[in-house]
């Protein structure tokens, strides 16, 4: 008989599966259709390619012919080798969502794995296959492709085959989302684990429990490090997660942040690859480091809001952003002025010609650049403007 605590933990998994299920995901209540060599669904991908880009996954597959299975199993070698390439070259999760893939077997496709939301409804195409993107909840999905090993993970999500996050959740008792992080920690350990290797899988991981939310972009057994993603108390400023009398205090996660079209923002304009270069004062080595920043929720709400407010009122306000000392202001600018920049209204008429920051740190110029610039294809979105290239222009610095 399974104990209370294990009723209820099923229970929430089942109440969150079944939500996002009938509100634009899929939902697969086991892990049947998952590739744990692989670390994907191959069914959404094959459908994505085909439906989306027939034309182009015609040149690579030979559909119902005897070659049909070969050619699927090389278009798959092809896609796992640039997911499991390192970020930093142009590999992992988010470069594949975000940029072309190229596959050659006789000829040479290119393809797109994701089309985010478009700034404008103009083009009927790409609205289209925004529309597609096939988004799936899979519970207790068995993610190790060692044999014998069946250890499972309560919730995995997927965007169109490709594994973008894992949630462990842990019910009953007040504070369990801490034993969730234990379980990360001590039995999630990503070596020989292709779903939680760092960056090339699953993106980000949620410890969850009835009254709070942990997060982490990056398992590394006892150094995992984990922070909050709770609403906090608005009327006191405290921590954690105010009472919700209709359910869960931590349902903001799967009815707010986990809708269809406020995930796919996340992943489309607020994730990037934050890289640091810091020298050791006493030994003048240098220690580079890289971090994939997922926002918090505070600076997820704070982007949301704005954006959706001048996108209906327009410009000429003034707002205010509230964050506390360290709790992210750089990237909560980095991510609004990169989301008005590409904003337009219900016209499809752009809000804003140009987003000119002005600021007193000095470290918001490359850190605003490494934000864009991952998210952006178009390239020269951010301009640095200092005393050098004002002087550079020819004026004068005051």
């Avoid at 002025?337 to 016209?347: M, T």
């Amino acid at each position: 008989m399974a104990s209370p605590d294990g009723t209820r933990e099923e229970a929430l998994e089942v109440e969150i599966a079944e939500y996002l299920g009938e509100h634009g995901w899929l939902y697969s209540p086991n892990g049947d259709g998952y590739d744990a060599e692989r670390a994907i669904w191959p069914e959404d991908v094959f459908w994505w390619l085909s439906e989306t880009q027939p034309d182009e996954y015609a040149k690579v597959v030979r559909v119902g012919t005897g070659a049909e299975h070969a050619d699927r199993e090389a278009l798959l070698s092809t896609l796992v080798t640039r997911l499991d390439t390192p970020m930093s070259s142009g590999g992992g999760t988010l470069n594949v969502l975000r940029r072309k893939f190229s596959h050659t077997r006789g000829a040479t496709a290119h393809f797109r794995i994701c089309q985010f939301k478009p700034a404008t409804t103009l083009n009927k195409t790409v609205t289209e296959q925004y529309e597609k993107v096939r988004l799936r909840v899979a519970r207790q999905v068995y993610f190790s492709p060692k044999r014998g090993d069946k250890r499972s993970i309560d919730l995995v999500f997927f965007v169109n085959g490709l594994p973008v996050a894992t949630c462990e959740l842990k019910s009953f008792f007040k504070q369990q989302w801490r034993t969730a992080v234990t379980q990360y920690r001590k039995d999630r350990d990503p070596a020989g684990q292709p779903l939680l290797g760092f960056g090339t899988r699953a993106l980000v991981h949620f410890a969850v429990d009835d009254d709070q939310v942990h997060m982490t972009t990056k398992l590394a057994g006892e150094k995992t490090y984990f922070l909050p993603f709770n609403r906090g108390h608005d009327d006191t400023g405290a921590a954690g997660n105010p009472a919700n009398p209709s359910g869960p205090a931590t349902s903001y996660l799967w009815e707010e942040v986990l809708q269809r079209d406020n995930f796919l923002s996340v992943l489309g304009s607020q994730m990037f690859l934050k890289a640091d270069v810091d020298e050791d004062p006493a030994t003048g080595k240098i220690k580079r480091s890289t971090a994939l920043m997922f926002p918090r929720y505070h600076q997820w709400r704070a982007v949301k809001k704005l954006v959706d407010t001048l996108g209906d009122e327009g410009p000429g306000r003034r707002y205010l952003i509230e964050h506390s000392a360290g709790s992210g202001k750089t990237n909560t600018i980095a991510w609004t002025a990169h989301r008005l920049a590409r904003l337009h209204d219900k016209s499809n008429e752009k809000v804003f010609d140009k987003v000119i920051i002005v600021s007193d740190r000095r470290v918001l110029d490359a850190q605003l650049q490494q934000a864009v610039e991952q998210v952006d294809d178009t390239g020269g979105s951010v301009a640095v403007i200092d005393s050098a290239a004002v002087r550079r222009s020819g004026g004068s610095k005051s």
